[in-house]
């Protein structure tokens, strides 16, 4: 069965740092792209940063220099390390499949950035 499975969201003060996790299984995570998407309530899901299987990243604008995506096969992980985080970086983050057969779409993980 494949599961994505995000986790390390939470609340933090604006300019303050989290990394997200992506726990993959169910699959060859090595084969495929994943990527890191972020929704607020009444706001369109965005693409927020993916990651190739060999390693290329991209980044929606709004992030770039302040997000990293990364990926550990070993561990069937992918990473978002967020840092200078601003209120509008408040949002639920999913991780999913680049290229996949169909969407895994989990829980999602709350980032709230509040003061």
């Known amino acids: 069965q494949v599961q994505l499975v995000e986790s390390g969201g939470g609340l933090v003060q604006p300019g303050g740092s989290l990394r997200l996790s992506c726990a993959a299984s169910?699959?060859?995570?090595?084969?495929?792209?994943v990527a890191w998407y972020r929704q607020a309530p009444g706001k369109q899901r965005e693409l927020v940063a993916s990651i190739t299987n060999d390693g290329s990243t991209t980044y929606v604008y709004s992030v770039k220099g302040r997000f990293t995506i990364s990926r550990d096969n070993a561990k069937n992980t992918v990473y978002l390390q967020m840092n200078s985080l601003k209120s509008e970086d408040t949002a639920v983050y999913y991780c999913n499949l680049v290229n996949g057969p169909k969407p895994y779409w989990g829980q999602g993980t709350q980032v709230t950035v509040s003061s």
């Open positions: 169910g699959i060859i995570f090595r084969i495929f792209g």
